[in-house]
């Protein structure tokens, strides 16, 4: 590592001076790309990182970092790493710089803090020691006090604690890059500068703009993408009308190099300008949102060759003259911002037909949100890649368009893992087909993690109606998936376990012949506290089922499960075969598909309990749907515990299916493996003398702790209550019988 008094030496000497260490920090999804723009300008030594890219090279190298890059957001000069466990340790090493290397006497500075330490943990704070360090070796050198800045200062710092170490960074950029200094207004979504810069580069727009093909956006909002695409065709530098760099109130500030690359910039965009061609096309349902293009085309000098109009997706056709393919580049609505989810989704099909019809052999592009959105598209996306449009994760999807009317093409081969998935699905369903037939089962599990590389559960589920108004009955039934991915060991990496996942859901949809738009994706994502289930849809789209006779509600998309427990099914089978004349009692009820199968095996009552509204509204539809009506079907809103604690009922048979955890705000917090004695104590109390207590949950390490239950007859019924699609993973759940001893 270079030492603080090197790095300032060498920043003062004449020109060209080494800079030893930067990096640019950039959106996760665009390292590569960045690292590839950045050798593009002449840094050989650029190498990606985590949401960035390392590099070094001259402080004119820096400066054209800043001037040039579409991709990064900062480009910060490092100063100096040191450890931090503590605030001491923290103030020290901040201190241990000579800032008058940095910020000339009446200058004005501000510290930006990331991250945190065992010890320092809130950012605030970490800035606020930083400063004062800074503060007080001025003061005591010089007696001179600088003031902070947040909006304008002189010099910037970056400081980041990560495992009890520190690195200081002079920010270069001051605000960040993708602020171009052109944005006058924008939309209720707008898309950051540099995303748009990444989609057009991954959909290979500067060389279709070479070639003097056409840019389009159908859902222009405030231009983003059309203003940057037309600066990238007319090579105008991206920063050239930033306003703020982070170095020009900086001590090692070479103003005379600055402005001999400032210059070789004008006299290129003044070059690239003149040459520029007529081409780029911006529609949008919003007309006040076109105002807002227009003023931002202007600031940005190329509102003569963007016309913007208003027009909705439904009219979305080739401008006349386009001669030369060209390129159709969206950022649609994906589903946050825009209401009813059926609009959405006739949205993207209505987009996908115009581009059918209108733009035989150009190229598209579309960044989403949602795999099912972009399957509404109706065409075969021949690349993809993975952006962050701010934390959301989203896909940008390249297509090469082939006329309405033109033959359709083989289905892309799967891969060879793919092909094995296939096969071992099309093998399980082979040997399950007779048993499922003869029992009348229609909803199973198909696949479980048998390929340990393709780490997903596929269950299927047979729709015989759905609840949407529209549906036609005549469809019916229908084979929908439900596709839960498993956490991927930490040395697999993210993109790898998303291929894999891609593939998985291709070989499924091959293999069973269901349509993707019927198979719902369940995904991990990593973040801090371990691996995390991603985002849902809200699709609101209930589908209809039959199990043992009865007609059941499941929703595949909007929750992480589908209000039917497949494992479950042969404990709901013992129920109803043990619920006759019985008072019958499901605590952690969830949609009360246990109630609704004690009532249809002749139960005299039955109380639910559970905590969620939506969940016993679900189960009151479930009720209703087997015509199970009336005052003897009880469903309660409360939490469990505190419930039985109050209760005074007494039940027959108690089915209890509690979750492995919960910190409700609403409810005590619940461990079962903790909690487990307490809650069947109570449960007990509630028990008739020769009831029947079935004891149900799904932590694979799971122990009774039978002493602590000395007062019940327990045995474990695991083996029998396991059903044979779900013997792969024979854990899933552990079940008990429960009785008072004689």
Not at 41 to 58: C, K, N, Q
Not at 378 to 399: E, I, M, S, W
Not at 485 to 507: K, W
Request: proline share 4%.
């Amino acid at each position: 590592m270079y030492s603080t008094a090197r790095i300032c030496s060498d920043i003062s000497s004449p020109l060209y001076p080494d800079v030893p260490d930067l990096f640019a920090t950039c959106p996760k999804g665009l390292e590569y790309l960045l690292r590839d723009e950045l050798r593009s300008l002449g840094i050989a030594d650029a190498h990606e990182a985590l949401a960035g890219v390392r590099f070094s090279g001259t402080l004119e190298q820096a400066y054209r970092a800043c001037l040039w890059s579409r991709l990064a957001s900062r480009v910060l000069l490092h100063l100096a790493e040191f450890d931090a466990a503590d605030a001491d340790a923290l103030y020290a090493g901040v201190r241990g710089i000579d800032w008058s290397h940095h910020l000339a006497q009446g200058g004005t500075f501000a510290v930006d803090a990331v991250g945190s330490g065992s010890a320092l943990r809130h950012s605030h704070y970490i800035a606020l020691r930083a400063k004062d360090a800074i503060v007080d070796q001025f003061r005591e050198r010089s007696g001179w006090r600088p003031d902070i800045d947040t909006e304008k200062p002189s010099i910037r710092l970056n400081i980041r604690i990560h495992r009890e170490r520190a690195t200081l960074s002079l920010d270069l950029s001051g605000t960040p890059l993708h602020r171009r200094g052109w944005r006058q207004g924008q939309g209720a979504a707008p898309l950051k500068e540099n995303l748009a810069c990444a989609m057009l580069l991954r959909a290979g727009w500067p060389a279709i703009a070479a070639q003097g093909g056409a840019l389009i956006d159908p859902m222009c909002g405030a231009g983003t993408l059309l203003i940057e695409g037309a600066l990238i065709a007319a090579d105008v530098a991206a920063g050239l009308r930033h306003d703020g760099f982070g170095f020009l109130g900086w001590c090692g500030h070479d103003a005379y190099l600055w402005d001999t690359l400032l210059d070789e910039a004008r006299t290129r965009a003044a070059n690239g300008l003149r040459a520029l061609a007529a081409v780029y096309f911006g529609y949008d349902h919003d007309a006040a949102v076109l105002k807002e293009a227009r003023r931002n085309a202007q600031a940005a000098g190329v509102a003569d060759f963007v016309r913007f109009e208003h027009r909705s997706i439904e009219h979305l056709e080739k401008p006349a003259g386009c001669a030369v393919p060209g390129l159709v580049i969206a950022n649609p609505p994906y589903g946050e911002r825009l209401g009813e989810r059926a609009a959405l989704r006739d949205l993207y099909r209505t987009f996908g037909e115009r581009l059918r019809k209108e733009f035989h052999g150009w190229r598209a592009a579309v960044i989403v949100s949602d795999d099912e959105l972009g399957h509404r598209i109706g065409l075969r996306a021949d690349k993809y890649y993975v952006l962050y449009n701010g934390a959301l994760q989203c896909r940008l999807l390249t297509f090469a368009i082939e006329h309405e009317d033109a033959p359709r093409g083989e289905p892309r081969p799967l891969s060879e893992g793919a092909q094995a998935v296939a096969n071992r699905i099309i093998k399980t369903q082979r040997h399950l087909r007779k048993s499922f037939a003869r029992e009348g089962i229609s909803c199973y599990r198909i696949y479980d993690a048998d390929i340990p590389e393709y780490a997903a559960a596929i269950d299927v589920y047979t729709a015989i109606s759905s609840e949407d108004a529209q549906d036609d009955r005549a469809e019916f039934p229908q084979a929908w998936l439900h596709v839960q991915e498993y956490a991927a060991p930490r040395d697999i990496p993210e993109q790898t376990a998303r291929t894999r996942l891609r593939d998985l859901v291709r070989a499924a949809s091959a293999a069973l012949n269901v349509p993707r738009e019927r198979i719902a994706v369940k995904t991990r994502y990593r973040a801090r506290g371990g691996s995390k289930y991603g985002r849902f849809e809200q699709r609101d789209l209930f589908l209809v089922v039959e199990e043992g006779g009865l007609t059941l509600r499941v929703n595949l998309f909007d929750y992480l499960d589908t209000g039917l427990f497949l494992d479950h099914r042969p404990v709901r089978a013992r129920i109803r075969t043990l619920a006759r004349d019985r008072r019958f009692l499901n605590l952690f009820a969830y949609t009360a598909t246990a109630s609704v199968y004690a009532a249809a095996g002749g139960a005299r009552s039955t109380t639910s309990v559970d905590l969620s509204a939506t969940y016993l509204e679900w189960a009151a539809r479930n009720f209703t749907l087997n015509g199970f009506t009336g005052a003897q079907h009880q469903l309660v809103q409360a939490d469990v515990m505190q419930w039985l604690r109050h209760d005074r009922g007494r039940y027959d048979l108690i089915f209890v299916d509690p979750p492995t955890f919960s910190n409700s705000k609403r409810a005590d917090d619940f461990d079962v493996q903790r909690d487990h004695v307490e809650l069947l104590g109570l449960c007990a109390e509630r028990l008739a003398e020769d009831g029947l207590i079935v004891f149900s949950n799904n932590l694979r390490r799971f122990k009774p702790n039978l002493d602590a239950l000395c007062a019940l007859e327990v045995r474990d019924i695991s083996a029998t209550s396991i059903p044979v699609d779900f013997s792969r993973n024979a854990r899933i759940h552990r079940c008990y019988e429960l009785r008072h001893r004689r």
